[in-house]
């Protein structure tokens, strides 16, 4: 019995030795015909090719410049009244002199200004400028400005961002500067 169950184990052993050890090495034959087209699969999930970031923009025609308060409009024809309804539009400023801070809009700095931006309709954003002390201001030209539009289908996403915060907006949102 002993020598029954060893010989049925070299048995099986030259047995799968040489089944594993046999292969074809063979050229590959034609590629078969492709098969029916499955169903469509469900969308994805959207990304952020809906916000909107202007560029960097300055303005050398502000209104009223020499009265405590002046203003300046910028063409914003992405400012729909869809955005407007439903959407967010935000702005940031880079003052002159101090160009390595980005303040969200509305800001008041230090030196008695106090910043900011309005809707004023669909596809013109006003940008403002008053002083706290009632003197007459002169925003420099050099000041810049951008505006950033989310669209309502955008909002669900960024729930955990600070608006106030243009690091973040810049992150989260991929934007270039």
Do not use: H
């Amino acid at each position: 019995m002993k020598t029954t169950v060893k010989f049925l184990t070299y048995l099986m052993m030259i047995f799968t030795l040489v089944i594993t050890s046999t292969s074809c090495d063979g050229e590959d034959g034609a590629n078969g015909i492709d098969g029916v087209e499955g169903p469509q699969g469900p969308a994805g999930q959207d990304g952020n090719a809906n916000v909107i970031a202007s560029p960097w923009f300055q303005s050398s025609s502000w209104v009223n410049s020499g009265s405590p308060s002046a203003y300046f409009d910028r063409s914003a024809p992405e400012v729909t009244q869809e955005i407007i309804d439903n959407g967010v539009v935000i702005a940031y400023t880079k003052l002159a002199g101090d160009s390595n801070y980005t303040r969200p809009l509305p800001a008041t700095t230090l030196d008695r200004f106090f910043w900011n931006f309005f809707i004023t309709e669909p596809e013109n954003i006003r940008f403002t400028a008053f002083t706290l002390d009632g003197s007459n201001i002169s925003p420099s030209s050099n000041n810049q400005f951008r505006y950033v539009i989310i669209p309502s289908s955008e909002l669900l996403n960024r729930s955990s961002i600070d608006l106030n915060d243009y690091n973040a907006v810049k992150e989260f949102y991929k934007l270039k500067d």
